[in-house]
């Protein structure tokens, strides 16, 4: 057995805790020196990094991603998330693109992407004419036609969304025509392009006054161009699916100096009488239901054929039309 220390010796109990307090004075010298050191250090850097900071800019964007095919790979299964996460992406990098003035390099391919992922995504599509061309005032026309090229892709994953065909519609006929394009037949045939999406817009936005309102200019740019066949349609079709009766007035009014006395007269007698047959039969359903459904029959009148040849008997609208002709 070892001998114990002495009370109050250096070894002893009473020595610890001065030891203890020397240790944590040591530290925290130590402690307080390194700071004064680093703090010396990010001093001497700070103000030359600054400098190097406002010199230097980004210019350019590196694209990171594989092709869309493969992108639809990568995704495991969880295309409609990805889609959604690089759509995101796609709205704060062109904020923060537009904020430092300059072009966003990826967009064109990161569209592409979330096309492959999410084919009936909308937004993308509805959106991708003002984030290509809003990016800078001289959009080279690569961009105009990639722009266009998304576009119709939305029309044919989506072809009974109207307000994507007046998008489509505006920007074909209008928005590029007049701000991208520079040569005259390109123009010309532009316009014409969109005027017919225009017009199937119109079709489609039955329900929807304001698209058929804002598609009626496509009537107009195929009246100037000579297609007034072509413009008679559109406005008869549109007519045909709205409900809007400033609209309705509208383009009667139009069809009126187009079709002449005779041929306006007879058309507004069959409009009124599907009308009235509408709304005596089944008013409580859309005019598109209706149209579908077809005339209403009455079997016992038309059956053996003695009234076959009356509007009253026929099995579709086209022919109950042209019985109403006949019996002009």
Request: with cysteine; charged share 25%.
């Amino acid at each position: 057995m070892g001998a114990r220390p002495a009370p109050g010796t250096a070894d002893g109990p009473a020595a610890r805790p001065l030891l203890s307090r020397a240790g944590r004075a040591r530290d925290a010298l130590v402690t307080a020196a390194l700071a004064a050191v680093a703090a010396v250090a990010i001093g001497s850097v700070r103000a030359p990094a600054t400098d190097v900071e406002k010199r230097v800019a980004e210019t350019s964007d590196v694209y990171v991603l594989p092709p869309p095919d493969e992108v639809v790979t990568l995704s495991l299964g969880y295309r409609s998330a990805l889609a959604d996460l690089l759509w995101s992406h796609v709205l704060v990098s062109q904020g923060l693109h537009t904020f430092e003035r300059r072009r966003f390099e990826n967009l064109t391919l990161l569209l592409d992407a979330i096309n492959a992922l999410d084919p009936t995504f909308r937004d993308p599509y509805l959106f991708a004419d003002a984030l290509i061309t809003f990016q800078t005032s001289t959009t080279p026309r690569e961009e105009v036609l990639k722009a266009r090229e998304i576009m119709e892709r939305g029309v044919q994953h989506r072809p009974l969304d109207g307000e994507l065909w007046l998008a489509l519609g505006q920007f074909v006929a209008f928005i590029a025509p007049a701000s991208y394009l520079t040569d005259p037949a390109e123009k010309t045939q532009w316009r014409l392009d969109g005027a017919r999406m225009l017009a199937r817009a119109a079709e489609l936005g039955g329900g929807d006054a304001s698209i058929s309102w804002q598609a009626l200019g496509g009537a107009g740019i195929l009246g100037r161009a000579g297609e007034r066949e072509a413009q008679i349609r559109f406005l008869q079709r549109t007519l045909a699916v709205t409900d809007d009766e400033e609209l309705r007035q509208k383009i009667r009014e139009q069809l009126d100096k187009l079709l002449g006395e005779r041929a306006a007269e007879g058309y507004r007698r069959r409009l009124d009488g599907f009308s009235d047959i509408w709304r005596r039969d089944l008013p409580f359903v859309s005019k598109t239901t209706m149209l579908v459904l077809g005339p209403p029959r009455e079997p016992a009148y038309c059956a053996g054929g003695a009234h076959a040849d009356e509007p009253r008997c026929a099995t579709t609208w086209r022919a109950w039309a042209e019985r109403i002709e006949q019996d002009r």
